[in-house]
């Protein structure tokens, strides 16, 4: 599948007011996961000195609904007031077999990380929050054009905030560079209990539907 991708991503210190908006306009639970995704290029980091994104996620759905892996393309940002790229995913089989010929391709592991992802549509737009290790929670909207994620921002209380440019890998890797790390992956502890939201924020949109 080829699209244009169109979001705004905003820091979510406090996801209340957000979950209370979104249950007051009636928004639809889609999804809960967990995430994990890994970024991967060229030897000679073709892709990033073209401000494009190869990747391979996974998801681990925290409901019942099943999902397969997916090879991702980011093309370059294009010219707009929020961030937009040429977005081209395959869904797969095996992330094994992916993986195997990626690195056949040439391709080979730059970053990898994790985040649990709780997802509503709302009217013509996907809103989303993402809890990371190292960075916390952030709100994405994503939406078919501007207006869209323009409006979606405004009726959620975010219209007046100015968006996060830079993507998860970005901020992420500046975590472990004021953290003194060196590491190439972000990943839960899985020895640490799982945070309420945003999967208790989940069943509570479930219920309130």
Do not use: N
Not at 21 to 48: C, F, I, K
Not at 91 to 101: D, Q
Not at 122 to 134: F, S
Not at 163 to 183: C, F, I, K, N, T
């Amino acid at each position: 599948m080829t699209s244009i991708e169109i979001e705004a991503k905003y820091p979510l210190p406090d996801p209340r007011d957000l979950l209370d908006r979104l249950r007051r306009l009636g928004a639809e639970p889609l999804s809960r996961e967990l995430e994990r995704t890994v970024v991967l290029d060229r030897r000679s980091r073709r892709h990033a000195r073209r401000g494009e994104r190869v990747r391979l996620r996974t998801r681990t759905c925290l409901g019942d609904r099943p999902s397969r892996p997916v090879v991702t393309f980011k093309g370059p940002r294009l010219p707009g007031p929020f961030k937009q790229r040429t977005e081209i995913e395959l869904a797969v089989e095996c992330a094994a077999s992916a993986r195997r010929l990626l690195r056949a391709l040439g391709y080979r592991r730059i970053f990898e990380y994790e985040k649990r992802r709780t997802a509503w549509r709302l009217d013509r737009a996907v809103v989303v929050i993402d809890d990371l290790p190292l960075i916390g929670r952030f709100v994405e909207i994503e939406g078919s054009d501007a207006r869209v994620v323009r409006e979606t921002a405004a009726r959620l209380g975010l219209g007046d905030r100015t968006p996060e440019d830079r993507g998860y890998v970005r901020l992420l890797r500046a975590a472990l560079r004021a953290a003194g790390r060196r590491s190439r992956r972000v990943l839960f502890s899985r020895s640490s209990p799982a945070r309420r939201t945003p999967r208790a924020a989940g069943e509570r949109i479930a219920r309130a539907a």
